[in-house]
T-cell receptor
Framework: SQKIEQNSEALNIQEGKTATLTCNYT??????LQWYRQDPGRGPVFLLL?????KEKRKERLKVTFDTTLKQSLFHITASQPADSATYLC??????????FGPGTRLSVLP | EAGVTQFPSHSVIEKGQTVTLRCDPI?????LYWYRRVMGKEIKFLLH????????ESGMPNNRFLAERTGGTYSTLKVQPAELEDSGVYFC????????????FGNGTRLTVT
């Protein structure tokens, strides 16, 4: 089955800096990748979707890239704020049937 | 629009008992998914309904788990009899169309089996 790895369990950065989170996948390239945010005690909330033929996608302070050669997606938060502190999840389609989630990266933005 | 709601938010039961979790998806969403996260692990797929039909139940761990979606609206997930390893957070999600549509998650049911 498909597998997703996220580079680190936790990431601490200073407020105002850019946070970069990594998602690596195995086997075939998914048709698209999705990124979600999860706060403690809540369900994941959808943020962005990027298709395999898109190199980059932006939404406000968020940017996602998709590199099928490296089998990797990068998720960037620019001008980070303490309110951005949360766990960020990467998800890929699994043969178009369902979604496989990575373990998540817990981001802490320090004031 | 109202989001995905799950009930109960918490459940503590003894090993061998039965528990039924409920999920109300966003109105009009034909696709309904059940996922769960056990301690320290990633969120894992259990099954997928399209309307009232089970599209994919490849993630159901064993026959102690039974999911239903009568009438294509709300769904229930029953665990009978519960075992200790069933403890975790059970999430329900719905989407307008399958595949590429974003998933809208509920806040989950935290199940503790003692």
């Amino acid at each position: 089955s498909q597998k997703i790895e996220q580079n680190s369990e936790a990431l601490n950065i200073q407020e105002g800096k850019t946070a970069t989170l990594t998602c690596n996948y195995t086997n075939y390239s998914p048709a698209y990748l999705q990124w979600y945010r999860q706060d403690p005690g809540r369900g994941p909330v959808f943020l962005l979707l990027i298709r395999e033929n898109e190199k980059e996608k932006r939404k406000e302070r968020l940017k996602v890239t998709f590199d099928t050669t490296l089998k990797q997606s990068l998720f960037h938060i620019t001008a980070s704020q303490p309110a951005d502190s949360a766990t960020y999840l990467c998800a890929r389609d699994n043969y178009g049937q369902n979604f496989v989630f990575g373990p998540g990266t817990r981001l802490s933005v320090l004031p | 629009e109202a989001g995905v709601t799950q009930f109960p938010s918490h459940s503590v039961i003894e090993k061998g008992q039965t528990v039924t979790l409920r999920c109300d998806p966003i109105s009009g969403h034909d696709n309904l998914y059940w996922y769960r996260r056990v301690m320290g692990k990633e969120i894992k797929f259990l099954l997928h309904f399209v309307k009232e039909s089970k599209q994919d139940e490849s993630g159901m761990p064993n026959n102690r788990f039974l999911a239903e979606r009568t009438g294509g609206t709300y769904s229930t997930l029953k665990v009978q009899p519960a075992e200790l390893e069933d403890s975790g957070v059970y999430f329900c999600a719905s989407s307008l169309e399958g595949r590429i549509s974003p998933l809208h998650f509920g806040n989950g049911t935290r199940l503790t089996v003692t």
